[in-house]
């Protein structure tokens, strides 16, 4: 994060349960004109070469005030799709986005939990910090509550449908695999899960899920469930990623 972009701690909530209230981010976006969860492009800029064709569309999720659709173009990827449940985040990402001269990204405030796109028309989607939303006061992660996991499930279907049949879901994230594994591999998808990490000291998780691609025994690989051990140094965190992955996946 640059501290010069407009972060401040006056946007700070006082728990994490306001991540799960749509006029938190609306109040947020109002004062804050650029945040970067987790980390930048430039941390996971080698995986997104390696697995986004510079001609697919894609669609990304709860884009927020972040600069991932514009480093996207910058590599190529133009035909984008950006949406966030935040009228104003999405305003302002239009403004940004025509000052900087990017007219073919489009912005459009959509709820990520009722896609309005038509069945498999894009060859990408990805999100970035936006489904740990959901996981916010989910209680106990190895046993979340029904609700948590009616939407993490309305979610992911939405994402199926819209995806093209050989299409990717990149999901970037703090969740580790046995937290997502149940809700990735639902008997309901057809893409199948793997996964890679990036970051330094602490690792983030850059999930690639390939649609049309599930093994048909469906038998996980047991060598890729060793994820690396997070030994979780809270000066290695941004203060806001700390708040916001204690209600994720406290081990
Ligand atoms: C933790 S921020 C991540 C922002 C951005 N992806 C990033 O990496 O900096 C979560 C974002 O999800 C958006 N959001 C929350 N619920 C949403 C929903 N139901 N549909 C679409 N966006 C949503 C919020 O407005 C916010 O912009």
Known sequence: MDPSDGHKCDVLPATASAYLDPNYWEQRFAQEEHYEWFKDY???RHLIVEYIKPNSSVLEIGCGNSKLCEELYRDGITELTCIDLS???VEKMKQRL???GYKEIKALEADMLDLPFEDECFDVVIEKGTMDVLFVDSGDPWNPE???VSKVMTMLEG???VLKP???F???TFGQPHFRRRFFNAPSFTWSVEWRTFGDGFHYFFYILRKGERPSDNIENTEKIDVPSISLFHEELDDEDYLFRTNLDEM
Do not use: D, E, N, Q
């Open 42 to 44: 430039s941390y996971f």
């Open 166 to 168: 050989h299409g990717i």
């Open 159 to 161: 994402v199926h449908r």
């Open 87 to 89: 009228s104003v985040a």
């Open 170 to 172: 990149i999901s970037i």
């Open 98 to 100: 025509l000052s900087k």
């Open 146 to 148: 029904p609700v948590t």
